[in-house]
């Protein structure tokens, strides 16, 4: 199947600072990406839809100036976590889809302290 | 009510036993449906797509009931390393409408 990836897997860091994930779909391109937010023992929450060279699509509730999103490559999605605070500690996930399947990337298990 | 709603568990099965989740949606319009297998701390991994006939893949046997709003995952002859937490995925229409369940954690017991 295809292959989705992020980095970091796991990331540390303070109150107040900035947070980049990288995703990216290795043998295939797409349009389209999506980004999860998974609290423990909850389900994956959608959070924003990454449209390559466009403006994301941002769920209800989810801060768009909060979660940045920059979908500059067919290959290339980036979440920025601006500012974090401790509750937005969770397990990040991103996702493309191609013909109906969704593929997922590892996920990235941000902790702000 | 919630758009897909699952049993959380967990099932605590011993090898061998046959186990079976239900999974229940709320939007009638709902086109497409899948399980996922999502062990702890990895992302979610396809299991098994959920056609409108029901379908089998091994010992895996998936199916879709419209008129009540469920699909429902079987599994025969439970193995250690089946244990995991399945989440029932709803497409409810649009490229972008899928919605997780929060899953139902299977433990598999020697």
């Known amino acids: 199947g295809a292959v989705v990836s992020q980095h970091p897997s796991r990331v540390i860091c303070k109150s107040g600072t900035s947070v980049k994930i990288e995703c990216r779909s290795l043998d295939f391109q797409a349009t389209t990406m999506f980004w999860y937010r998974q609290f423990p023992k909850q389900s994956l929450m959608l959070m924003a839809t990454s449209n390559e060279g466009s403006k994301a699509t941002y769920e209800q509730g989810v801060e768009k100036d909060k979660f940045l999103i920059n979908h500059a490559s067919l290959t290339l999605s980036t979440l920025t976590v601006t500012s974090a605070h401790p509750e937005d500690s969770s397990f990040y996930i991103c996702?493309?889809?191609?013909?109906?399947?969704?593929?997922f990337g590892p996920g990235t298990r941000l902790t702000v302290l | 009510r919630k758009e897909v709603e699952q049993d959380p568990g967990p099932f605590n099965v011993p090898e061998g036993a046959t186990v079976a989740f239900n999974c229940t949606y709320s939007?009638?319009?709902?086109?497409?449906f899948f399980w996922y297998r999502q062990d702890c701390r990895k992302e979610p991994k396809l299991l098994m797509s959920?056609?409108?006939s029901g379908n089998e893949d091994g010992r895996f046997t998936a199916q879709l009931n419209r008129a009540s709003q469920y699909i429902s995952l079987l599994i025969r002859d439970s193995k250690l390393s089946d244990s995991a937490t399945y989440l029932c995925v709803v497409n409810s229409g649009g490229y972008q409408k899928v919605t997780f369940g929060t899953g139902t954690k299977l433990q598999v017991i020697p």
């Open positions: 939007n009638s319009a709902s086109q497409s």
């Open positions: 996702s493309a889809r191609t013909d109906n399947e969704q593929f």
């Open positions: 959920v056609y409108s």
